[in-house]
């Protein structure tokens, strides 16, 4: 039995149709992509960790890394959306790493994140205590950025993240 002409015209109207939303779905992920490029305002808490860090890379042999704004910009999304949510987390940690992929030409990417410390040394003491920060700290990263914020509760979130070029 042969099919009437208007419905194989309309199967492939679906089907040419179904073929083009992928342009919206790839719009809509590079959008996601976008980052802030302007100059990142350090707080002097945030230069305090980051010299930390760099003390601690140096202590064990380490080359100290550059800060870069870019990889700071991209930590503070992640400091706002922990606040947000109100927990620590390394959500979207992938689309963060494919930005710096991207943008800044990052090829590895660590990341640090804690909750609640009132001082830089009490953080970053806390990742030197831990194998998985410590490593992170350590990595053959070049670069990094780093982002602190209190919320609403008067509580800082932290979010370190290293990068090699």
């Not at 073929?19 to 490029?37: G, M, P, R």
């Not at 230069?47 to 601690?56: F, K, Q, Y």
């Not at 990595?139 to 982002?147: D, K, R, Y």
Request: glycine fraction near 4%.
């Amino acid at each position: 039995m042969k099919a009437p002409a208007y419905v194989v015209a309309s199967l492939a109207a679906l089907l040419f149709l179904t073929a083009c939303s992928s342009d919206v779905e790839d719009t809509y992920e590079t959008a996601d992509l976008k980052i802030n490029t302007a100059p990142y305002q350090y707080s002097s808490f945030e230069s305090e960790i980051l010299n930390l860090v760099n003390e601690h890379r140096t202590s064990v042999g380490l080359n100290p890394l550059q800060r870069m704004d870019v990889i700071s910009n991209i930590a503070m999304e992640q400091t706002d959306h922990m606040i947000s949510f109100n927990e620590v987390c390394h959500d979207y940690f992938m689309q963060r790493k494919e930005k710096l992929s991207n943008f800044a030409s990052g090829k590895n990417v660590a990341e640090n994140v804690a909750y609640g410390f009132e001082t830089a040394q009490g953080v970053v003491n806390a990742w030197v205590k831990s194998d998985a920060h410590r490593k992170a700290m350590e990595g053959e990263a070049t670069h990094f950025g780093i982002s602190v914020k209190r919320d609403t509760k008067g509580k800082n979130y932290f979010t370190n993240i290293f990068m090699s070029k």
